[in-house]
């Protein structure tokens, strides 16, 4: 799978490359992101609830979503971290499962990816 066809339906690839012109670093990133670990920080502070980890969790990765270009995840990561300035968890966990859902879908294709 080529890394343009890795943003079909995840992410917006033209302003990715707009940022980065080297496939090569794109690539590079996006095989960073597989191992990032602040969705499961997200996931663990939330069931815990822990508002202040959680939003620690889901800032972070709103901030990895926008640099990389990953509007899928981008979109709702975002709504879940404003839940979560509000102080309002029971928000936020009602959003998980679609978070959950994009991420799990982004992962896959990501993972899909041609070295």
Do not use: W
Not at 46 to 63: C, M, P, S
Not at 69 to 94: F, H, M, P, Q, S
Not at 95 to 113: G, T
């Amino acid at each position: 799978m080529t890394t343009r066809d890795v943003y079909e339906g995840i992410g917006d690839y033209d302003r990715m490359t707009a940022c980065i012109a080297r496939e090569e670093s794109i690539r590079k990133f996006l095989r960073m992101f597989l191992k990032d670990e602040n969705f499961s920080i997200l996931q663990k502070a939330i069931a815990a609830n822990d508002v202040e980890r959680a939003f620690y969790g889901a800032h972070t990765l709103k901030g990895v979503c926008q640099n990389l270009c990953l509007t899928y995840i981008y979109e709702i990561v975002y709504i879940v971290t404003e839940a979560l300035r509000d102080g309002n968890i029971e928000e936020a966990r009602r959003l998980m499962p679609e978070l959950k859902e994009r991420y799990d879908k982004a992962i896959i294709r990501i993972a899909e990816m041609d070295d």
